[in-house]
């Protein structure tokens, strides 16, 4: 016989991922901010680095990778994964019952509720999240950063140091 506290832990223990999509290039204290809200919310977080052949990103997908993977070392529920495709798809794969996006300030509702309109047509299993960010970074956004990297302004104040480190190589490579 199941008595109802079994079956009250078996719903407990049910493991809830997350998955935190986006191309961030590069990752910010936004992101960072995002990430640390979803790792209190789910057991496990993913975030998945876009590759995005669309758009022509300043850091490689393998270089995108890294930079997430320093910046979040000390989250122990947190992964970090390439992928390439339908959101939803990698969605289903690895199990994640959600899907995380940050809103900064009101700009951002539009393109987001659009994509999780849209997520939730081709899989209503699955739960758009939206984090509001501190209001710190409200105005932080991975084209700022890349804007002020271009013109070779101070980028520590929207970015964590292994990112800034990274954009500083970056700038060394460009310049060979
Ligand atoms: O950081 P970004 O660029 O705003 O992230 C956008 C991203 C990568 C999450 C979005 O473009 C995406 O999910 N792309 C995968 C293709 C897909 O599933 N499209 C349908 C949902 S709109």
Redesign the pocket.
Known sequence: MVCLCQVNREKVNKHKLALY????DPFTFGHLDVVSRASRLFDAVQITV?V?REKSPLFTIEERCAMVEEAVVGFTNVSVEPFE????DHARLRGACALIRGLRQVGDFDYEFR?AF??RKLAPEIETVLLVTSEAHAFTSASIVRDVFRWGGDVSHFVPPTVVSALDKKRRENQK
Do not use: C, I, K, Q
């Open positions: 999509p986006g191309s961030f876009a995005n495709g339908l959101l939803v994509m849209a997520n």
